[in-house]
């Protein structure tokens, strides 16, 4: 049909897109490592969130194939394998965009609270500790997972496959991961987002008297940091969306509305990345220079030669 001709279309480029943007972040990191030994708490956090979103997106994408082409559908173990891959992808992507936000609002923002300034002085313990203690709700979701799919294969006898089960039952699952699982970390942005603003209210009140204005470095970084965390909370939030529309899509077997929703939520893993990338001092510089020699590069091929 035309729509999927068109869906296809559109989901391979957001497919490379993400490979690409997340690809530039890991590649840049990497070299980083080779070069200087050592990476900084953000670049660690960089990374292996590129890494995780890479994950996130192939999954996606073979889930799209297989609703498009029926012929691919897989059974038994290989179906177990592809979802709980999806979750420990979805669920290190969505720990890590969280502890990225934390990172931002203790190094930004600047409070006088007791506990603020404690936190502030063991960054790097809360989110090793942060993402050490969402290991927790991961061996909770992998377990509640295997349970409800153990259930459906014995149901539908071993040589289950997505169309047997019913896409139905995925989506059910997926939404009840989403919701049960995904509270905590996205409100933990959600809070850190709002500190950010208030502590951006505060000097801006500070700063009224200042010749600088609003274009010192303090308010920079706020609104620098602010950005990053707002896109991630409405990325994520419509790739929630998505999955409970697709959820209900899938009841009154709308195929179209379900591959819209795939369209939809996978801006989530793929733009944001160029978001983090645009908003990263050393990340923006690199890419910069990247693409100013490919373009020396390009406009060299064309010269013509005498």
């Not at 609703?67 to 290989?78: A, N, Q, R, T, Y």
């Not at 061996?139 to 149901?155: C, D, P, R, V, Y």
Request: aromatic letters at 12%.
């Amino acid at each position: 049909m035309t729509y999927e001709c068109f869906a296809t279309i559109v989901i391979v480029a957001e497919f490379i897109f993400g490979n690409l943007s997340n690809g530039f972040i890991v590649l840049s990191n990497f070299l980083v490592c080779v070069t200087k030994q050592k990476l900084s708490s953000m670049d660690k956090i960089l990374l292996t969130l590129a890494i995780s979103r890479i994950t996130l997106i192939w999954e996606m994408y073979i889930w799209f194939n297989t609703v498009c082409d029926p012929s691919l559908f897989m059974i038994g173990k290989e179906l177990r394998i592809l979802y709980c891959s999806w979750i420990l992808s979805n669920h290190f992507s969505l720990w890590l965009a969280t502890a990225l936000s934390m990172f931002y609002l203790l190094r930004i923002a600047n409070y006088s609270w007791r506990i603020f300034l404690l936190l502030k002085w063991r960054l790097k313990k809360l989110i090793v500790g942060l993402l050490l203690g969402s290991l927790a709700f991961l061996l909770a979701n992998l377990m509640k997972t295997s349970i409800t799919l153990e259930e459906g294969f014995h149901q539908y006898g071993g040589n289950t496959t997505v169309n047997s089960l019913g896409f139905a039952l995925f989506s059910e699952l997926t939404l009840f991961n989403m919701t049960m699982f995904s509270v905590i970390p996205f409100s933990l942005a959600l809070v850190s987002f709002l500190l950010l603003i208030l502590s951006l209210w505060k000097h801006l009140q500070k700063m009224q008297l200042s010749s600088r204005g609003h274009r010192d470095p303090i308010t920079k970084a706020h609104r620098n940091a602010m950005k990053i965390i707002v896109s991630f909370l409405l990325l994520y939030a419509t790739y929630f969306l998505s999955l409970l529309i697709a959820w209900v899509a899938e009841k009154h077997h709308s195929k179209l509305v379900h591959i819209i929703c795939m369209i939809t939520g996978l801006m989530y893993p793929s733009t944001h990345s160029l978001i983090l990338i645009l908003g990263n001092s050393k990340l923006k510089q690199t890419s910069l220079l990247i693409l100013r020699h490919l373009g020396y590069r390009l406009k060299g091929q064309n010269t013509p030669t005498t």
